[in-house]
């Protein structure tokens, strides 16, 4: 079955560091492009980060310089390093798999998401 | 960036009607649009991409059109488990940006 687990969410002081995992199963995720998306209370569907099957990245400028998104092969497994937090990123993260392996045909698979609340 | 404009913002409309969503990019995004469907607590369900193709599983009630700057999303006969929060997202360039949400509601 095709599959994705997120984990690593939680409470955070501002400004410090969180990594979530993405664990995926049924697929490789070193031959897609995967996303982190996410959603803070009350607001709509934010895109995050993007890895290429190549290994490139992009990310949004909100998180730019303190999100990192990479992967292990070996896990099958995407990550989200997250620094420097700040109570906006207060969000369900949910990562993302390109449908049909082409980033530009939306994504189809979807993980059940992970709650990370930056707060004193 | 691109920005995604959807109409309305809120909807209320009864099981068997027929609903539309419009999407409005802020520049040219050619086809490269996708529509979801978000529940609460639930993650996002890819519904139509490529502006037009129906995702597989997806009944086919439902139906997309457009290109350039502006899509649509109908459903051509609601059904209960239709009422949700859908989103627009386009794919054309970087940053990849989400509509800011239809929630359609039961009148």
């Known amino acids: 079955e095709v599959q994705l687990v997120e984990s690593g969410g939680g409470l955070i002081q501002p400004g410090g560091s969180l990594r979530l995992s993405c664990a995926a199963s049924?697929?490789?995720?070193?031959?897609?492009?995967m996303s982190w998306v996410r959603q803070a209370p009350g607001k709509g569907l934010e895109w995050v980060s993007i890895?290429?099957?190549?290994?490139?990245?992009h990310d949004a400028d909100s998180v730019k310089g303190r999100f990192t998104i990479s992967r292990d092969n070996s896990k099958n497994t995407v990550y989200l390093q997250m620094n420097s937090l700040r109570a906006e990123d207060t969000a369900v993260y949910y990562c993302?798999?390109?449908?049909?392996?082409?980033?530009?045909?939306?994504?189809?698979?979807w993980g059940q998401g992970t709650t990370v609340t930056v707060s004193s | 960036d691109i920005q995604l404009t959807q109409s309305p913002s809120f909807l209320s409309a009864s099981v068997g009607d027929r609903v539309t969503i419009t999407c409005r990019a802020s520049?040219?995004?050619?086809?490269?649009l996708a529509w979801y469907q978000k529940k609460l607590g639930k993650a996002p369900k890819l519904l139509i991409y490529?502006?037009?193709t129906l995702q597989s599983g997806v009944p086919s009630r439902f139906s997309g059109s457009g290109s350039g700057t502006e899509f649509t999303l109908t459903i051509s006969s609601l059904q209960p488990e239709d009422f949700a929060t859908y989103y627009c997202q386009q794919l054309n360039s970087y940053p990849i940006t989400f509509g800011q949400g239809t929630r359609l509601e039961i009148k």
């Open positions: 890895i290429y099957s190549g290994g490139t990245t």
């Open positions: 520049q040219g995004i050619s086809s490269y």
């Open positions: 490529a502006a037009s």
């Open positions: 049924g697929f490789t995720v070193s031959n897609n492009y």
């Open positions: 993302a798999r390109a449908n049909t392996m082409i980033i530009r045909n939306g994504m189809d698979v």
